[in-house]
């Protein structure tokens, strides 16, 4: 079924009317949705059980047990490959069963299952012995609406078993035009909403979910991989060059190209290749011998995250790619941006993250279409202001240029996040030339009655005195913030009182001196808080004590501070479930710690950390160690 959570429940309603008999349905499905519409509107989502995979012993007993009669009665030869084919079932009991059988009916001979290991895609598709796997595999594909199938289908371009990052995923998505613009809604949004879909849809698994739901990566299940693979060969929807089947470069025409490069690139040849209407390319692995990557002047997205060997002689052609929208060097050794990076009109995503680029081009103020700028370590340009269509910047102001190009953040007014390293302003940077920090601050203010939502600064190599500009002169706090991060050596004297007036705040880090019972007030007093980090400086005599029936959304806690008391009154962050606490050690007693958990019910992890001081002897340590034990586990 493709109806909504909605439409779900009117159908279970109609067929299971409400009585008193107490009766109990127990429903089989693969979706999401119709889990949560099955359970009971008074605990809904409190009965969903989901079906974990088989353990490593468990998965090693029932493949081998089917073959060979247990695991005793393996084969030397096969062992290697057995490793192989059981990684890749993961764990799925039918996946095991299914190609246990296969594979029995075949002589146990190394070369004829690496064979089979290799061509698992092909032998789901076209085995009847494999049949029932095949069907499984396909359980809800059909129903998926014809965007979701292309957004699964094209899963098949990333490297096997890899991470693949949301972010990323949905940017390339966008790119390649797999997105429907909708009515109220970003590009980027709607493409989030197919990703969760596919999650919904056990389509896709589910990595990295944060305190507040949101699911950062996803990883494919081996299995429904070998199928997408097989289907985007047949399809030529992607093609894919160095990956282990060793897929025959030989096709019609290049739509998409991967290009999995490994760490040796001497077969690699692209030369064969017919692609002068390819719409994207990725490049995986090692490219250091590879003398040219095929640009074709028609591209979309190009993505070269995590290459090794990335540089200027792979780019001599990049401005002639006048349709480009995705262009990713992430996690490269590339230090420089050539200047024809500004003939990329259409370009909309820029990511330079954890590459060695300080500088950017002035050309790249002329990418007037460019949403997404990802750049930490390169200085802000003078021009920024050009870049009106920018909804995320990540950015780093330094030099003399940088600040005074503050100054044009103002006409930023499409922007929903600012990353911004604040690195080595003079303490009197608010009387300086040009833009600086009390710029940056006025502009900050403006920008938040615009679409700014995410705030995260990092203070980097200056004295207190800046701090004191940030807990003064930021007297009008953007409203409608709901995520601020302000880190940096030092921190605030006190909790700056414009925090309280963040009412959609969910998400908090802060660095403070010293924090007394006014400031811990403060922070009760923000009902919508999920994510709480704080830093200490100094010790308080009154420790922290957060009252009762405040942080009522709160699900993780970090604290870090010198040895103080730390406890927590009676209703006090109903729905607290990680709590993490560091202690820098001056002292011995710890008894107090107890206190702590004491009244945090919901409490799932609670992890503890002493930083030991270097004047500590052993035996003081060691005692530690015991007044932590007595105090925690009781």
Partial sequence: MTCGKYQHGIILASVLPENTFDSINITTTRNELVANACCSRYHPGHFVHKVASLKDLDSRTLFFGRIFGSEDNLPHVLEEVSMKILKKCAGLPLAIVCISSFLAATSPDAKKWEKA??????????????????????????????????????????????????????????AEGFVDEKPGKTVQEVAEDYFSELIEQSMIQAVDVDCFGETHACRIHDMIFELISMESFEENFVTLIGNRRGTSTQRPYVRRLSLNCGNATDGLDCSSLNMPHARSLAVNGNIDNLDSVPLCRFLRMLDFECCHGVNSRHLKDIGQLFLLKYLSFKSTWISELPAQIGELKCLETLDLTQTYVRELPVEVTRLQRLVYLLAGGAELPKGIGNMRSLQLLCIRVAGKRSREAVEELLWLTNLRKLEMSYVGVHPRGRKSKGGSLDTLLKIISKLGKCKLRFLHLNLLGYSIGLYLQIQFLLTSA????????????????????????????????????????????????????????????????????????????????????????????QGVMPKLENFELQFRAYQEDLKFIRHTIDHLQSIKEFQFTIAVHRGLSDRQVEHLKESFKSAVFV
């Fill in 117 to 174: 290991y290799n061509s698992l895609g092909s032998e789901i598709e076209s085995n009847d012995g494999l049949r029932r796997l095949r069907q499984a595999l396909k359980v809800g594909y059909d129903d998926l609406p014809q965007h979701l199938k292309v957004c699964r289908l094209y899963l098949s371009a990333f490297p096997e078993n890899c991470k693949i990052e949301r972010d990323r995923l949905t940017c390339r998505w966008i």
């Fill in 478 to 569: 953007p409203d409608h913030l709901q995520s601020l991060r302000i880190r940096g050596d030092h921190g605030f004297q006190s909790v700056p009182v414009w925090i309280r007036s963040l009412n959609h705040l969910t998400d908090l880090e802060l660095t403070v001196r010293m924090v007394g019972a006014q400031d811990l007030k403060i922070f009760a007093g923000l009902p919508r808080l999920v994510r709480f980090r704080l830093t200490i400086k100094e010790p308080s005599t009154e420790g922290i004590i957060i009252p009762g029936s405040s942080l009522p959304c709160l699900k993780e806690l970090f604290i870090s501070c010198r040895i103080m008391p730390v406890s927590f009154s």
